[in-house]
């Protein structure tokens, strides 16, 4: 491999993920990819910090000349208070995935959501506009998502949680969205799952961590029914094994990861990767874990 010491290789910006465990992280081999297909000069690392020194550690990380950082668990509601601005996403969202350190301060964004739609829309091809959309789940993970799906005008979102408070909380939170995209938005307990399919219904509960399902009526599932598990692995999880058993189509959320990086990309870099391939290179290895 040739080396150049031209003065542009002299620096590359440097990056990382943040997060505690963070061993496990794809997000570096994701980066570099995304920095090889796009010709920008990065270093991408992992950054283990103790779960009292989240602040402490970003600190050092920026002092130290680092551009930015993508933050996973448990982080993104102290990242959140960290940035001394928001994006609107991040802001809905209450929690932040990426900072980015400019000279008047820290922005704080989130692409979980966005990730979410690109690739339920892009990668597995089918539209959230006009579409009828169950969310299983209110927690942290399901507040991220609700604006950027309401941004792409689906007809209804249900959201359904175990504990109906929570979900009617995040209704009122994000009534005022969903009128300006005119979207229907229901919330409650596993009875206000509608007893006929829905178009797609995304699962953004941590069951499948557990091999737990979401509880939540089988009519809600057809043969028109994309069914979205926000987790990943080697096989497929619990839920997708429900959803195709039902006669849904199943899809994991190693999709949302990918996509959620390359927005990351291009709020750092201004320059958006396309994540297809990378998607396709990570299938293949997770292919190869389970073979």
Sequence with gaps: MSVSHSPADAQRDRYAVVGNPVAHSKSPYIHAQFALQTG???????????LD???????????????????????????????????????AAGAVNTLRFDADGIFGD??????????????????LAGARVLLLGAGGAARGVVLPMLERRPREITIVNRTAPKAHALVEQFEGAAREFGCRLFGGGPHAVDRNPYDVIVNATAGSLDAALPECDER?????????????GAQPTVFMHHAQSLGARAADGLGMLVEQAAESFFVWRGVRPEGAPVLAALRAQLAAQAA
């Design 110 to 127: 989130n692409t979980d959501g966005f990730g979410l739609v690109r690739d339920i829309e892009v990668n597995l091809g089918v539209s």
């Design 40 to 50: 920008e000069r990065i270093d991408y690392e992992r950054l283990l910090s103790p």
């Design 220 to 232: 809600a599932f057809g043969a028109g029914t994309l069914a979205y598990d926000m987790m990943y």
């Design 53 to 91: 020194g989240f602040v402490e550690h970003v600190q050092a990380f920026h002092a130290a000349g680092g551009r930015g950082l993508n933050v996973t668990v448990p982080f993104k509601l102290e990242a959140h208070a960290l940035a001394h601005k928001l994006s609107p996403r991040a802001a």
